[in-house]
């Protein structure tokens, strides 16, 4: 489409023009927008109306609104007066809109017959599902059946799911794609907090002197966020900044110390800097003793893994490690961000936790420029996790805490067996081995596509193949996941429906439904009310247990359901957010202004009767009972908890001697299913790549652009090479891509999780997408660059001459 926004090529330049400011000031207003030319008006911009939303393709939460022209999306802008923004759009923001009109969307229900899928009406393919939950109800009962939710539904999506599954069905099996990029974010917080719910706040990058980003790739993944950032350091006062990271970027050229870890080392070198922070003195005593349980046996705990330690297993000189240390150490208002460097890698929750552990002993929170920010993924990865869409109760509740479950019952109208809480919920990763074992028979699917997003996708194929597992899949598009549906339910999408969203630093923001979705496609949460009005499903009284009849009165409820709980919404309404664009929970009558900062006082929700969790241990994973953690925490404290490093088990060798790491691209998002169907985004970033070192392809006979294979021992890729400065001895490719819109011939060899691991965190239970050994070689000269992007971390390095009769790479040390 053409552009009738003079702003700079925003692929080109993906960050925007800077505005600077100092330390303690207002972020500067700069309205982003992008507007398809009218051809009816001679080129001239005619837009309807605007409808509000906010973005859908990060987690960051930037309010947008659509324009809307003869009942059509023509283009977006950013809405100056919101706090997450102040009228800034990611790139994605800019051109993802376009997705929802590409002629391959989804448009009728489809079942398969005969081994054939075929379109269908609602009420047949309904009838279908209900029939099979019936059967497997009266037959081996609610265990047989599970549900895989997204991150990037709606609020009330998510809400009226979980009434479903556990006050309804009665199955623990409900999990979320979140697992698989923010389920340690959750976790960490729980371990150190007590509970979910992010302390700090995007504005805390107003105020902090010291800004550290751990495994957090922010230009990439959370694009204004980071626009934000350089706006302050392009402002007087400008912020330290530290950067974790085994690949270079936009953020390591602008660090002021980039740390490049071997991968799997992520705790090691967390235990290194917290020793010398300790052993230095740069510690808040008196916050420490009035706030925090835990001390003594952290310090214990690290006291053995000075700089030097860290150093032999991370491969960072020590010299760095104690530099990093002292920019911490000395902060006098530390902001620190976290993401999947972290939370994909070995000993996840452990190592996020440390980061956690840092500030407490500092002091560091509840301030302006002082908070912890563990990022999310994705848009509505918050909701799925406030709501108990994602393997924990509804509003932060405790499933081993009886009085939690009889108060979620309460407010069901429903007996607390109803809702099943004899263990803990099942995990994803949990349940896919259920249904590869068999008890596991029906799978509903919506909002995500795990034949390209979960670990080791043959075995992932093999088990949604089964005859025996009845597969639903909830979508837009056809995608690698529907292939194996038994029934595809055409699903409407952001822009198509109405709903509220919360991105990561706990901001609430309201989408309305700009335009119609195409042919029968549904919103997700009438899809939901449909299955449970045709199941019949009551409450305590013999009433509908799922009554409402639209996404506000979901909302409502919700809003009872979260009183009280640490993620209060009941002093929100769809009037609010209309009138005032994005607030942060909690939100109440006595703070009807949202909340900025959480624990600003000391006031943990992590008292024995009122805490998500009573905790695991961070190495074996397994849960504390409540009497162990009131005898740790009976005054509701922070808590520290500790681990002690151990080597990734899967290390590179003499057959596989490099680490494989997998991440994102600022231009994609997931696996594609719509930021691939749009021009500029898609030609931005078309095929896969791998990233290696110069050195690292010298040796091996490869070129940049040249066709290398990947291997592991669990699958082969192929993809061109791109030559950048990551560390040596790593591999890197991204995840996005599946098998949709790949060239014919290409079989089982593009995306990038063929290769990786079936192996989760302890914890959290997240995969480890970053954790693992690989092969490469070389197998075709090529001519031409990588189809990589030159903006961001995946920016080419100059390459020695490849030796074309160089052996293979020595295992690392």
Same mark, same amino acid.
């Given at each position: ?38 051809? &009816? ?29 003869? =009942? ?21 923001? +800019? ?292 709501? =108990?869409?994602?393997?924990? +109760?509804?509003?932060?509740? !405790? ?75 909830? &979508? ?133 009767? &009122? ?13 504390? &009972? ?6 740790? !925490? ?127 965190? /302890? ?18 000269? +090529? ?5 990589? /992007? ?5 920016? /080419?390095? /100059? ?15």
């Amino acid at each position: 489409m053409a552009t009738s926004d003079p702003a700079p090529d925003r692929i080109a330049e993906p960050w925007g023009p800077r505005t600077p400011y100092g330390r303690g000031g207002p972020w500067p207003v700069r309205v982003d927008s992008y507007l398809a030319a009218d051809p &009816d008006a001679d080129g001239a911009v005619r837009v309807d109306r605007w409808v509000p939303t906010a973005s859908n393709l990060h987690s960051n939460g930037d309010a947008m609104e659509l324009a809307v022209r003869d =009942g059509r999306l023509v283009g977006v802008r950013g809405v100056a007066r919101d706090r997450v923004n102040r009228g800034r759009l990611d790139v994605k923001d +800019l051109y993802g809109w376009q997705a929802i009109a590409s002629p391959d969307r989804l448009t009728r229900p489809l079942v398969r017959e005969d081994g054939i899928q075929r379109e269908t009406d609602w009420d047949t393919a309904m009838t279908r599902i209900t029939d099979r939950t019936r059967a497997l109800l009266d037959g081996p009962g609610p265990s047989s059946i599970g549900f895989y939710t997204s991150g990037q539904l709606f609020l009330e999506e998510y809400y009226a799911l979980a009434v479903i599954a556990r006050g309804g069905l009665g199955t623990k099996h409900l999990d979320g794609n979140t697992r698989l990029c923010t389920a340690t974010a959750g976790e960490a917080l729980k371990e150190s907090f007590g509970c979910d719910g992010q302390p700090g706040s995007y504005a805390d990058i107003d105020h902090a002197d010291t800004i550290a980003l751990f495994g957090h790739n922010m230009a990439e993944t959370q694009g204004v966020l980071w626009s934000r950032i350089l706006d302050r350091i392009a402002g007087p006062e400008p912020p330290v900044l530290l950067c974790v990271d085994p690949r270079p970027g936009p953020v390591s050229e602008a660090a002021t110390l980039h740390l490049q870890p071997r991968p799997g080392t992520n705790l090691a070198l967390m235990n290194g800097l917290l020793h010398e922070v300790i052993a230095h003195g740069w510690t808040d005593p008196a916050y420490i003793e009035a706030q925090v349980t835990g001390f003594d046996r952290l310090a214990r705990q690290v006291a053995g893994f000075p700089a030097e330690a860290a150093a032999a297993a991370t491969g960072i000189p020590a010299e760095q490690i104690r530099t990093a240390a002292r920019l911490l150490g000395q902060a006098g208002r530390l902001l620190s961000t976290v993401l999947q460097g972290f939370y994909q890698s070995h000993q996840a929750t452990a190592a996020a936790v440390q980061v956690n552990n840092l500030h407490l002993i500092r002091g560091m929170l509840g301030r302006p420029g002082c908070g912890v920010l563990q990022m999310n993924g994705q848009p509505t990865a918050q909701n799925t996790r406030e709501c =108990g869409a994602d393997g924990d +109760l509804p509003g932060f509740r !405790n499933w081993a805490n009886p009085r939690h479950v009889e108060e979620l019952a309460r407010i069901w109208n429903v007996t607390p067996d109803r809702i099943p809480h004899d263990g803990p919920p099942t995990h994803l990763m949990q349940m896919l081995r259920l249904a590869e074992e068999g008890s596991l028979r029906m799978l509903w699917v919506s909002g995500t596509n795990p034949a390209v997003s979960l670990p080791e996708l043959d075995r992932v194929r093999t088990v949604l193949g089964q005859d025996r597992l009845f597969l639903v899949v909830q &979508d837009l598009f056809p995608t690698e996941t529907t292939e194996f549906a038994d029934v595809v339910l055409p699903a409407a999408g952001w822009g198509e429906k109405t709903g509220t969203f919360t991105n990561a630093d706990r901001t609430v923001h309201l989408s309305l439904k700009a335009v119609e979705p195409p042919g029968e496609a549904r919103p997700d949460l009438d899809v939901f009310l449909d299955f449970a009005r045709r199941m019949d499903l009551r409450d305590g009284s013999d009433a509908p247990l799922v009554p409402w009849g639209g996404p506000e009165e979901v909302f409502e409820a919700w809003k009872e359901c979260s009183r009280g709980r640490p993620c209060d919404y009941s002093g929100l309404s769809y009037a609010l957010l209309h009138e005032r664009g994005g607030v942060q929970w909690p939100c109440t009558a006595e703070h009807p202004d949202g909340t900025e900062r959480l624990y600003t006082a000391g006031d943990f929700r992590s008292r024995p009767e &009122d805490c998500e969790t009573y905790g695991r241990d961070l190495l074996t994973g397994t849960p504390h &009972d409540e009497d162990a953690y009131r005898s740790l !925490n009976p005054d509701g404290k922070a808590v520290l908890r500790t681990a002690p490093y151990v080597p990734p088990p899967e290390q590179p060798d003499a057959d596989h001697p490099f680490w494989l790491i997998t991440g994102r691209t600022l231009y994609q998002f997931h696996t594609r299913t719509r930021t691939g169907r749009v021009p500029e985004l898609r030609d931005a970033a078309p095929d896969m790549w791998i990233e290696m070192s110069a050195n690292d392809a010298a040796a091996a006979g490869i070129g940049e652009g040249d066709l290398a294979e990947v291997s592991t021992r669990r699958g082969t890729v192929r993809a061109r090479a791109r030559i950048t400065g990551i560390r040596e001895g790593v591999l890197f490719l991204p995840f996005h891509y599946g098998y949709w819109d790949a060239p014919d011939g290409t079989g089982h060899h593009r995306a990038a999780n063929e290769l990786t691991p079936t192996t989760w965190d /302890p914890a959290s239970k997240q995969p480890l997408f970053k954790t693992g050994a690989a092969r490469i070689t070389a197998a075709a000269p +090529l001519s031409g660059p990588a189809p990589a /992007p030159t903006t961001t971390a995946s920016t /080419p390095v /100059p390459a020695p001459p490849p030796r074309r009769d160089a052996g293979a790479r020595k295992a690392p040390p």
